[in-house]
């Protein structure tokens, strides 16, 4: 069906609103904005549903969150009907515009489909989700978020039994499902108060809470650091879910010196003081730094509006430093794996493709095995049941992604900042104690194992027009890998659609034992990783860059360089 079809339909359907239908009426005679509404529907990336509110198929509304749910609904009754009905499905909500609606239109299709619905009483975090699928014994879980998207975003995001975001068989099942559904009229829906009489919708909430923060406190390496509670820490949970829950961790585990940034502690879907509230971005963190200088304080910490994501500021002497994803999770693994206690002989640390090659440095040198996946933390939660069913060999340390996300523990599946932020909060605390500092503890580790450097270059390309020409560039990266970028000679291409790794130089292929992914990675004889990758939940493509060199100069300079001559190559 094309877009004019489509606009058509939802004019004339019963399930649309009056007052969606007149904004679908005010565009009649705006071919351009209907091809972008309709021209596609919302799709499951690697984090689920997500894109701008909005009235169509391609915009985030209530009529595609239920056209998911209907589909989630309709393959879970097919896996297994009887546990759908019995176990039901766990589900949060987080600050952003429409997700409290959302949340409920969610329950209320699962309701009309007998399947019981598990929902938080108020916002809660995604890792809290992920915990609470598995504590509430539910076949499934949505989390209605769009992370550290823009303030005109919003998300759905799918989990599975294990609490982690669904991968295949049951991604493909659920998707399928979903596009099966023609019209809107396909989908059940009863009333909340229908719902509620049936007891197809329970309220969750301060149980769960508790539950957590308590196994969250388990995770803890040291307990007893010198003057902890006077270490002073700076946190912002940027308008969103992060607020209760860190205050209250930090609080319960001896940090009494924590100073919230009191614009931003409230949830506001707005977003007043960032717009962007994305922790990977230093702007964030103004009013953080200014009540850190205020206070005395060395160290801030922000939280995505769903609180799976945390960046750090720290001072670096009398000047102020944002470790990148990966260091900060470089800096998280060497901490465990230096003070952690009877570490098992097959301990394992996972991580993503795109994700810095020192990494492997840094597990050697400890003696722990080094798993890589697709990106998407979906990913790093199947390897963890993979280790836990025994379908692979190791005990699950520490995960971590580039894009500031990382689970220490196996209490959730998925990226959880609010036990980042306790662990990150306990090492900057032991590192004072012993006259360190994370900047001088960072530096220590380029010392030891040399200095690594990670870049990225992020491409907007909206719209079809933009999905056309990502999909051009990949194609042709494909089809004509560059032979040499910057003077030295690529080695080896992998292609993760094709699942196909070729040494360039020898013509020897080999297979890549992964999902198939539209990612493209080159790496030269230098060490130098570089990938391509379309965003799976913005209309991005993003180029990942990983250099190595003697030094922080020579790294620095080597970086440019890089990005440079790349950037050259795809124009």
Known sequence: MDYKMKYEQWLNSTAIDDADKKDLLSIKDNDSEIEERFYTDLAFGTGGMRGIRGVGTNRMNKYMIRKATQGLANYMLKVDKEKAIKCGVAIAYDCRIGSTEYALNTALVLAANGIKAYLFESLRSTPELS?????????????????????????????????????????????????????????????????????????????????????????????????????????????????????RVLKEMGFNSVFTVKEQAEPDGNFPTVGYANPEEPAVFKLAISLADEVGATVCMANDPDADRIGIAVKDGNTWIYPNGNQVGLLLMNYILE????????????????????????????????????????????????????????????????????????????????????????????????????????????????????????????????????????????????????GIKATILKDFDLQVETNILNGEKSTINLPKSDVIQVILEDGTHITARPSGTEPKIKYYFGVNAKDKKSVEEKMEAMKKAFTEIVK
Do not use: C
């Open 131 to 247: 915990f609470a699928v598995r504590e509430t014994g539910s076949l499934a879980g949505v989390v209605v978020t769009a992370s550290h998207n823009p303030v005109e975003y919003n998300g759905y995001k799918v989990y599975w039994d294990d609490g982690a975001q669904i991968v295949e068989p049951h991604a493909d099942g659920v998707v399928a499902e979903v596009n099966a559904i023609e019209d809107l009229s396909e989908i059940k829906l009863i009333s909340e108060e229908e719902a509620r009489n049936k007891g197809l919708i329970i309220d969750i909430g301060a149980e769960i809470d508790n539950k957590y923060i308590e196994t969250i406190k388990k995770e803890v390496i040291r307990k007893d650091i010198a003057d902890k509670e006077n270490f002073k820490i700076v946190y912002s949970p940027l308008h969103g879910t992060g607020k209760r829950p860190v205050q």
């Open 339 to 486: 003070n952690k206690k009877d570490i098992p002989a097959n301990g394992a640390v996972i991580s993503t493709v795109v994700s810095t090659p020192m990494l492997e440095t840094v597990a050697k040198a400890h003696n722990v095995k080094v798993f890589r996946t697709l990106t998407g933390f979906k990913y790093i939660g199947e390897k963890i049941r993979e280790f836990e069913t025994n379908a692979l060999d190791g005990t699950y340390l520490f995960g971590f992604e580039e894009s500031y996300g990382y689970l220490i523990g196996t209490h959730a599946r998925d990226k959880d900042a609010i036990v980042s932020t306790l662990i990150i909060a306990e090492m900057a605390a032991y590192y004072a104690s012993i006259g360190s500092d994370i900047a001088s503890e960072l530096k220590k580790m380029y010392d030891k194992y040399g200095w690594y450097k990670e870049g990225i270059i992020s491409v907007t390309m909206s719209g079809k027009e933009g999905a056309e020409k990502i999909k051009n560039i990949m194609n042709t990266l494909r089809a004509n890998p560059p032979k040499e970028i910057n």
